[in-house]
T-cell receptor, first 114, second 112 residues
Framework: NAGVTQTPKFQVLKTGQSMTLQCAQD?????MYWYRQDPGMGLRLIYY???????DKGEVPNGYNVSRLNKREFSLRLESAAPSQTSVYFC?????????????FGPGTRLTVL | QKEVEQNSGPLSVPEGAIASLNCTYS??????FFWYRQYSGKSPELIMS????GDKEDGRFTAQLNKASQYVSLLIRDSQPSDSATYLC????????????FGTGTQLKVEL
């Protein structure tokens, strides 16, 4: 099992460009999450999907959109990238989304917006 | 006040010593608490979860929860250089469903 995979690993964008970060999991998990991690700010939840067909906003959703394509895949889209979106983006998944669930993280995408 | 607070460190301990990492949280109704380890340039990985007051031990790791005082701690016994990492405390806040709120992490350095 690959667990949680993310593509790309690194990306450099210019302000105003768009891109989609891809995430897939092969653990048959129901819930998936997108976080960003910035120095001194910790991990912050952008969007999550409790189950296939549902998505909800997290703490910092502005400037992002998501799509839960199927049970395995959850993508994050930046429509018009801004320098403030320079960050490391992590995708995670968990089995059932309950309070005792373990979230498993992907390797991350390091995004720089110039 | 931040919802989950940790001292950023670095916390330096000699090899073989006990490392004590602390986390406080603001939401008295929180029920689920997690410790993640993150090596530099890598993704977080869960090392401990705790839901009840008291201690929970797993190998060299012990998580301690005190809901009355609203803190959760992680003890690492016989610290090794391989334990050098950032330790993230995460809490599910009241009504948070399955959403984790993370502290900013404590950097631990285990010195030879």
């Amino acid at each position: 099992n690959a667990g949680v995979t993310q593509t790309p690993k690194f990306q450099v964008l210019k302000t105003g460009q768009s891109m989609t970060l891809q995430c897939a999991q092969d653990m048959n998990h129901n819930s998936m999450y997108w976080y960003r991690q910035d120095p001194g700010m910790g991990l912050r939840l952008i969007y999550y999907s409790a189950s296939e067909g549902t998505t909800d906003k997290g703490e910092v959703p502005n400037g992002y959109n998501v799509s839960r394509l199927n049970k395995r895949e959850f993508s994050l889209r930046l429509e018009s990238a801004a320098p403030s979106q320079t960050s490391v983006y992590f995708c995670a998944s968990s089995l059932a989304g309950g309070e005792t669930d373990t979230q498993y993280f992907g390797p991350g995408t390091r995004l720089t917006v110039l | 006040q931040k919802e989950v607070e940790q001292n950023s460190g670095p916390l330096s301990v000699p090899e073989g010593a006990i490392a004590s990492l602390n986390c406080t949280y603001s939401d008295r109704g929180s029920q689920s608490f997690f410790w993640y380890r993150q090596y530099s340039g890598k993704s977080p990985e869960l090392i401990m979860s705790i839901y009840s007051n008291g201690d929970k031990e797993d190998g060299r790791f012990t998580a301690q929860l005190n809901k009355a005082s609203q803190y959760v701690s992680l003890l690492i016994r016989d610290s090794q250089p391989s334990d050098s990492a950032t330790y993230l405390c995460a809490v599910i806040l009241t009504g948070g469903g399955n959403k984790l709120t993370f502290g900013t992490g404590t950097q631990l350095k285990v010195e030879l």
